[in-house]
C-alpha cells in the first residue's frame, strides 16, 4: 500500500532552518509528481511546493520563494523541503502529497494520498 512519512519537523527561531523528508513506499516513486502542503491552525491547507518527476521543474507559493527549496533523491523514494530564513507565519503541520498524473501540482484535490504531518513551530 502506499505510505508517505514525513520527518524533521520541531521548534526553531525565526531566522533558523529546517529540513524536512518525506519517505515514499508501496509505488513507482519516479512516476509521480510530489507536492508540499501546510496547514496552521485555523487555516486552509495551503500550498507549499511541488517537484516533477525527475526534479527538472519546481513551483512554489509566493510566501516562500527565496526561501525554501524542494529537492527528490528517487533512488531512495524521498523528496525534500529545505526551509531557510523561517518565520513564525512558516508555524504549520506540513505534509507531503503524491500528485495525480497530469494534474495541476497547485490544487490539493490533485493529490490522492497524504503523509501524517509533521509540525513545524517557528517563535520570535
Known amino acids: 500500500q502506499v505510505q508517505l512519512v514525513e520527518s524533521g519537523g520541531g521548534l526553531v527561531q525565526a531566522g533558523d532552518s529546517l529540513r524536512l523528508s518525506c519517505a515514499a513506499s508501496?509505488?513507482?516513486?519516479?512516476?509521480?509528481?510530489m507536492g508540499w502542503f501546510r496547514q496552521a491552525p485555523g487555516k486552509e491547507r495551503e500550498f507549499v511546493t511541488a517537484?516533477?518527476?525527475?526534479?527538472?521543474?519546481?513551483s512554489y507559493a509566493n510566501s516562500v520563494k527565496g526561501r525554501f527549496t524542494t529537492s527528490r533523491d528517487n533512488a531512495k523514494n524521498t523528496v525534500y523541503l529545505q526551509m531557510n530564513s523561517l518565520k513564525p507565519e512558516d508555524t504549520a503541520v506540513y505534509y507531503c502529497?503524491?500528485?495525480?498524473?497530469?494534474?495541476?501540482?497547485?490544487?490539493?484535490?490533485?493529490?490522492?494520498?497524504w503523509g501524517q504531518g509533521t509540525q513545524v513551530t517557528v517563535s520570535s
Open positions: 517537484i516533477s518527476r525527475f526534479g527538472g521543474t519546481s
Open positions: 502529497a503524491r500528485n495525480r498524473p497530469g494534474s495541476s501540482g497547485y490544487f490539493a484535490n490533485n493529490y490522492d494520498h
Open positions: 508501496g509505488f513507482t516513486f519516479s512516476d509521480y509528481t
